[in-house]
């Protein structure tokens, strides 16, 4: 008995000893997205640690541009299927429409169709998207709210079990960085999103957008953060040409505004610039200062 209960007590410490090693973002640099990206959630404790057998799934990728730099490379996306699908998702559907020439992007496409077969895209959400009852959901009542008092977004956010958010940290024209916290506009109508650059006290204004994207983020919180900064673009954002720089690096997390501020260094915008970071940060979505959390940087 008292060799069990001192195994029991020792399983037990390993396991919070396990928990407390766990990172809250992971960076990894190399060449290779696909590794990278499978490198960066083993870190965070597997694939495993976010689905479970069953599960339903929604994806959201900023994967509407043509430019190179402006839009998520697939191998991110093909790998994070890959690894959802083998953690025995029941359905996996792309919250935001991809279209077929986005797989053909990559090199690895044919020898990975059978996962992207496997997954659904909402077809009625590819911008400009309207609303219909189907598909899109009328939101009211966001606790904590500056601005929206509805929205119109897409119904299925709010059924699935494990949401991934999965953007490009790159160039924005209005709010300098689009990452985790801006990718969330791709759940909403066109509606919606002309609210957010119309109904401020002017045309585009700046602090009223990003508290929009703010107030959008307390619609569902990612379970999971991948974000893509291989090949990204830091002007002329959001849909290029622009100068494009080469981190070469996959970052996962769970905190989206410490994630959208560990990347804006990545890329060196300066944080208090990025309004989004700070409305983000003033609704208690996350940390602002990244290194209040545990980071883990490689080089593979």
Request: glycine share 8%; hydrophobic share 40%.
């Amino acid at each position: 008995m008292k060799k069990f209960l001192y195994f029991s007590f020792a399983l037990m410490l390993s396991f919070i000893n396990s928990a407390a090693d766990t990172p809250q973002i992971v960076s990894v640099e190399g060449d290779d997205a696909f590794s990278n990206t499978i490198k960066a959630v083993e870190l965070l404790g597997g694939m495993q640690n976010f689905v479970e057998p069953g599960d339903k799934v929604g994806i959201l990728v900023n994967s509407g541009f043509r430019e190179k730099g402006a839009y998520v490379d697939p191998d991110v996306v093909i790998s994070t299927l890959k690894m959802v699908l083998d953690a025995g998702a029941k359905d996996v559907v792309f919250l935001q429409h991809i279209k077929p020439e986005y797989w053909e992007r990559s090199s690895l496409e044919p020898d990975h169709r059978e996962y992207i077969d496997r997954a659904r895209t909402i077809e009625a959400n590819e911008f400009p998207s309207e609303y219909d009852e189907e598909n899109f959901v009328k939101y009211s009542g966001l606790e904590g709210a500056v601005h929206l008092e509805e929205i119109e977004v897409v119904r299925e956010i709010f059924e699935v079990d494990v949401f991934i958010n999965i953007p490009i940290a790159k160039n924005h024209g209005l709010t300098l960085l689009t990452n985790s916290m801006k990718n969330m506009m791709g759940l909403n109508t066109r509606a919606t999103n002309v609210k957010f650059h119309l109904d401020g006290p002017s045309r585009n204004d700046p602090d009223f957008l990003a508290q929009c994207i703010a107030d959008l983020n307390l619609v569902r919180k990612p379970d999971l953060i991948i974000s893509d900064v291989m090949e990204v673009i830091v002007t002329n954002g959001p849909g290029g040409p622009g100068d494009i720089v080469s981190p070469n690096r996959v970052v996962a997390g769970f905190d989206p505004v410490a994630v959208d501020a560990y990347c804006a260094d990545l890329i060196d915008f300066f944080i208090p610039d990025v309004l989004t970071i700070q409305k983000g940060y003033e609704l208690g979505l996350g940390k602002k200062d990244y290194n209040e959390l545990e980071i883990l940087e490689i080089k593979k």
